[in-house]
């Protein structure tokens, strides 16, 4: 990258900030693209340069979650799979992107929006490490990857909204855990299931 | 009861009703007390005086969800909670009460309300069930019923707002019975897990 492209890469991700952090404080329909742009500190053009509306800039947002995750890790397979959820459990309590992302995708629905991509894309990140784990020998016999992935994600959507109404997501990553504990058994062989460290500190990584 | 008491209640469920299918149209904020009013065809003085106020009302609808669903069952144990979750997973494309109380227990966070009570009431019931399987011996050793039925509470709150988003929750009885492949081996014994009937059909009672 030359030094201009750097910098449109800056201003793009310090617009997608300031965007998170007004839809996680206001939701979607209290975020106006102005307060955005003062926020970032930019100008309208440089907003309309990078996303030509507020939807644009939402849809952003919600699906900017895998890259906020994945970077961070570095265990593969079912361990993986794990590492993520307890990542992501994480992270939701002091990352504003991330948070803004999933409520954004949890509340779509009443402001006509109906983008499945940040769920589609993490049930596809998903299904490749648990098609790693399979290779390995590590899924149960008859256990459809495709199918585990699309469970944990609707799964994960759901206790964290759960988490959220009962501890403002203070209990997430124990919540997750017990998730695995019960989840493991019925998927993986008992060597997978006793090798796996399902604990909320996997979560803890830079 | 006597004659006034069954007009009550009457009145009641019809108000409720009525709020109902505003809520599931417009959503919490585009729900007025007026238009429910009118919608039931009754007077302000008649809401008023079962309803203090419209987050009342909204309360009331999100936790009438187990009464939409419990009388219809006649399973025990494990099968029973599967069964509830099928029940609800069919219910929620025909019964406009269980579909605005599961949409305004899932955004209440955006309009400041935040009763846990459907969640908790769901899980308490769960709960319940589970401990008859764990007393009929249908639990795998060190499985905690309070903590299958939190995860299951919130597994189904999150497949359900996929499904929703994906298909018009067209396919949200076969993600739940997905779930219970997944989970019962790890939750049951190989005896109750052979036994219990997972399947959408389970869903259709009257």
């Avoid at 895998?66 to 939701?92: F, K, M, N, Y």
């Avoid at 894309?121 to 008859?142: F, N, P, S, Y």
């Amino acid at each position: 990258m030359d030094l201009k492209q750097e910098r449109a890469v800056r201003t793009r991700n310090q617009i997608l900030r300031a965007a998170a952090e007004v839809f996680d404080e206001n939701g979607y329909d209290g975020a106006s693209v102005s307060s955005i742009v003062k926020r970032a500190g930019l100008t309208l053009g440089a907003l309309y340069f990078h996303f030509e509306s507020k939807q644009a800039l939402a849809e952003a947002v919600m699906n900017s979650q895998p890259q906020a995750i994945e970077p961070r890790l570095h265990s593969d397979g079912l361990q993986r799979l794990v590492d993520i959820t307890l990542v992501w459990a994480r992270r939701l309590q002091i990352d504003p992107v991330l948070r803004a992302g999933v409520r954004l995708a949890v509340e779509q629905g009443r402001f006509g929006m109906r983008d499945v991509t940040s769920f589609e894309d993490w049930k596809q990140i998903m299904t490749g490490h648990l098609e790693t784990a399979r290779v390995e020998g590590d899924l149960r016999e008859g256990v459809l990857p495709q199918t585990v992935a699309h469970f944990v994600v609707g799964a994960c959507t759901g206790i964290q909204l759960y988490s959220q109404l009962l501890t403002g997501r203070a209990d997430l990553a124990d919540r997750t855990c017990d998730m695995w504990q019960l989840l493991l058994p019925g998927i993986a062989t008992p060597e997978a299931t006793a090798r796996i460290v399902v604990a909320p500190e996997r979560g803890a990584v830079e």
